[in-house]
C-alpha cells in the first residue's frame, strides 16, 4: 500500500526557514517522480514543482521558485521541501504527492504551515 | 499560465440524480500524442484529494465507473451518474500539458 506521511509543518514566523519532510513507502520512491502542492485555507490548490526520481532535475512555480527548494533522498525514501523567507501567504496544507505521466495518483494526508508573528 | 475555470453545481442534488462538472481551460490541453492532460480529483471532507480520472476520461484504479470523464480540448465535464452520499466533497480538474501546473477552483457537491 503506497503511504506518504508528511511532517515538519507548524507555526512560524514571517521571514523565518521551515523544512517540510515526506516518508514513502510501499513503492519503488527511486523510480518515480514528486511533487509538493499547497492547499490554502480558502481551498485554493497551487502546484509547487516537483522532482525527477534521481534528484537530478527541479521545476517550480514561478512565483514560488527564489524562496522554495524541492530535494529527496532516495536512500530514505524521503521527499523534502525547504521554505525560505515565509510570508503570511505561505499559511496552507502541503501536501506531498506522487507522480506517474502525467496525474498525481496519490497523495499524503498533507501538514498545516501557519505564518504568523 | 494555463486557467482552469470550474462551474458550479445547483447543491444539494438530491441522491440518486446524475450530476455534471465542468471545467474549461484557457488553451487545449490535447497534446500532440493524442492524449488529453485533464485530470479530475476528489477531496471529501476531512481527506486529502484523491485521483478519480485521468488524461479526461480514463478512470483511476478502484473508482466507481458511477464517474465519467469527457471533453474535448478545453470543454471538460465530470459526470457523476446516480450521486450517492460518499460523492460529497469539493471536485477539481487540473492540466497537466504544461508548467506550471494548475487546478480549477473546486466544485462543491452536496447531496439531499
Known amino acids: 500500500e503506497v503511504q506518504l506521511v508528511e511532517s515538519g509543518g507548524g507555526l512560524v514566523q514571517p521571514g523565518a526557514s521551515l523544512k517540510l519532510s515526506c516518508v514513502a513507502s510501499g513503492f519503488t520512491f527511486s523510480d518515480y517522480w514528486m511533487s509538493w502542492v499547497r492547499q490554502t485555507p480558502g481551498k485554493t490548490m497551487e502546484w509547487i514543482g516537483d522532482i525527477k526520481y534521481d534528484g537530478s532535475y527541479t521545476n517550480y512555480a514561478p512565483s514560488l521558485k527564489n524562496r522554495f527548494t524541492i530535494s529527496r533522498d532516495n536512500a530514505k525514501s524521503t521527499l523534502y521541501l525547504q521554505m525560505s523567507n515565509v510570508r503570511s501567504e505561505d499559511t496552507a496544507t502541503y501536501y506531498c504527492t506522487k507522480l506517474v505521466p502525467y496525474y498525481f495518483d496519490y497523495w499524503g494526508q498533507g501538514v498545516m504551515v501557519t505564518v504568523s508573528s | 499560465d494555463i486557467v482552469m475555470t470550474q462551474g458550479a453545481l445547483p447543491n444539494p442534488v438530491p441522491s440518486g440524480e446524475s450530476a455534471s462538472i465542468t471545467c474549461q481551460s484557457s488553451k487545449s490541453l490535447l497534446h500532440s500524442n493524442g492524449k488529453t492532460y485533464l485530470n479530475w480529483y476528489l477531496q471529501r471532507p476531512g481527506q486529502s484529494p484523491q485521483l478519480l480520472i485521468y488524461w479526461m476520461s480514463t478512470r483511476a484504479s478502484g473508482v466507481s465507473d458511477r464517474f465519467s470523464g469527457s471533453g474535448s480540448g478545453t470543454d471538460f465535464t465530470l459526470k457523476i451518474s446516480s450521486v450517492e452520499a460518499e460523492d460529497v466533497g469539493v471536485y477539481y480538474c487540473?492540466?497537466?500539458?504544461?508548467?506550471?501546473?494548475?487546478f480549477g477552483s473546486g466544485t462543491k457537491l452536496e447531496i439531499k
Open positions: 487540473q492540466q497537466f500539458l504544461e508548467y506550471p501546473l494548475t
